[in-house]
């Protein structure tokens, strides 16, 4: 795994400049700290260039190629809530951070939900109304959501973490964000198959299934 990760990043780097930059601030980061004898600073930003370099790894195991937009997106969530977020901090020091972060992530959820239901039908537009995949999507993405808001219980409640902030109240505000966040996933899924030309998330899904037509043998979108 080590080196297909290493071939993974090797692979990228020249790439995405912003996976670049990120990487390297990381990688730096976590020497600092090692060499200062911060170990947990040091540990906090090696688990973010790991759980970043995750997606690579999967897409390069089930042979799913991953736009650089996604990955970018995937490397700035794992940045902002992982290193920035605990490292820094940031939860404390900005009420909106975590707010943010759970609506880019519910969205992310919702997007990846529709293309999996859309990938099981091999792309094809007419196996199931715009609606019910749409509705999948969601339901997908708000899961997710959900499960994360019991393993921070579990965290809190096991060993004595404080991962829920306000108790009730952070957790219901996250799942409010959760549901708003995917229910944009998922319309942006509803607008692709209504075959939407505009920019932004519906460019995403249309991005995906471009540079991974195999998936999608099905869809007649050649746009």
């Keep these: 795994m080590v080196v297909k990760g290493w071939k993974a990043m090797r692979n990228l780097l020249p790439q995405n400049w912003i996976t670049r930059i990120i990487w390297i601030a990381l990688l730096v980061a976590a020497i600092s700290a090692l060499l200062s004898g911060r170990w947990s600073l040091a540990f906090v930003a090696v688990a973010a260039i790991g759980l970043s370099l995750l997606p690579v790894l999967f897409a390069e195991r089930f042979s799913i190629r991953l736009p650089q937009s996604f990955i970018a997106v995937i490397t700035i969530i794992v940045f902002a809530a992982v290193f920035l977020g605990e490292a820094f901090d940031f939860y404390e020091r900005y009420w909106w951070w975590d707010i943010a972060l759970h609506g880019m992530s519910s ?26 995949l749409a509705f999948f999507a969601y339901c997908f993405a708000v899961a997710i959501g959900s499960a994360w808001e019991i393993f921070e219980f579990a965290m809190d409640q096991t060993f004595g973490f404080n991962m829920q902030k306000s108790g009730l ?25 209504k075959r939407w030309r505009f920019a932004g998330l519906v460019y995403l899904i249309r991005q995906f299934i471009r540079e991974n037509r195999h998936f999608y043998r099905k869809d007649d979108d050649e746009g």
Excluded: Q, S
């Design 107 to 132: 969205i992310g959820f919702g997007l990846i939900g529709f293309l999996f239901v859309f990938m099981l039908f091999e792309g094809d537009r007419y196996a199931a109304p715009p609606l019910a």
């Design 169 to 193: 109240l952070d957790t219901m505000g996250d799942l409010i964000v959760d549901m708003i966040g995917a229910g944009i996933g998922a319309t942006a899924g509803f607008l692709f198959l």
